[in-house]
């Protein structure tokens, strides 16, 4: 299996974090999903990445997707609960991040890790704290809500995509060096440090640490 995209993208973390806890082996190929060239746009007709290669030269796209897929050929460890309403949660928790999260920190990520990491440039510092101040602090608000008293899985069934997906995007915080207040978010902060400290995250963030530029 090849993963198209690269480390520094949350949402292909996202896949590879699902690989490394399922114990997967995979290729991890760096993909910039620009220009939008028509072999690119061939892989994946959204133009994004990460993009899943199996044999025969097939082609998955989109982080959830490819999740879906990765519990359907390799169950074990389950990423995906039994239980309905835990399984419609998971997948709940999975878009709020991809969507809402990424909102809240993608910008700053941007920023502070791609720019210099992927374009070889210098964050626009004023641009970074606008958006911890209007994107990220309400997210994190917002967040603190979802968060389990105790550090450990989001939902009761145990770890799962919920998890993965949670990471994913708060390791992006960890890369763009932003700290999470433990005063005004201790739920996070304490989350974040639990789900970034497992194996599978650790070898993922080396990954993208030394990725690229
Ligand atoms: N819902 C997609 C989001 C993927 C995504 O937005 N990837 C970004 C890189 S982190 C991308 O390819 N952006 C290029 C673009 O939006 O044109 C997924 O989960 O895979």
Avoid at 110 to 124: H, L, P, Q, S, T
Wanted: proline share 8%; glycine share 8%; hydrophobic share 40%.
């Amino acid at each position: 299996m090849i993963i198209h995209g690269g480390a520094p993208s949350p949402f292909a973390r996202k896949v590879m974090v699902a690989c490394e806890e399922k114990g997967l082996a995979y290729e991890d190929k760096v993909l910039i999903p620009f220009p939008k060239t028509p072999e690119f746009i061939a892989m994946n007709p959204l133009g994004k990445i990460p993009i899943l290669e199996i044999s025969g030269g097939r082609y998955i796209s989109d982080s959830s997707v490819i999740c879906a897929y990765l519990e359907k050929v390799h169950p074990e460890p389950a990423l995906l609960p039994d239980d309905p309403y835990q399984y419609a949660q998971a997948l709940f928790i999975d878009e709020f991040c991809d969507t809402k999260l990424f909102e809240g920190i993608g910008g700053i990520y941007f920023e502070r890790f791609i720019k210099k990491k992927v374009f070889n440039g210098e964050a626009d510092e004023a641009a970074v704290e606008k958006q911890i101040e209007e994107g990220l602090k309400p997210v994190l608000d917002q967040v603190e809500g979802l968060i389990p008293e105790k550090a450990g899985p989001l939902l009761d069934s145990g770890f799962s995509l919920a998890d993965v997906a949670f990471g994913a995007q708060l390791s992006s915080l960890k890369l763009a060096s932003v700290e999470i207040d433990a005063g005004r978010w201790p739920k996070t902060r304490a989350y974040s440090d639990w789900i970034l400290a497992r194996p599978s995250f650790q070898t993922v963030l080396e990954k993208a640490e030394g990725s690229i530029a």
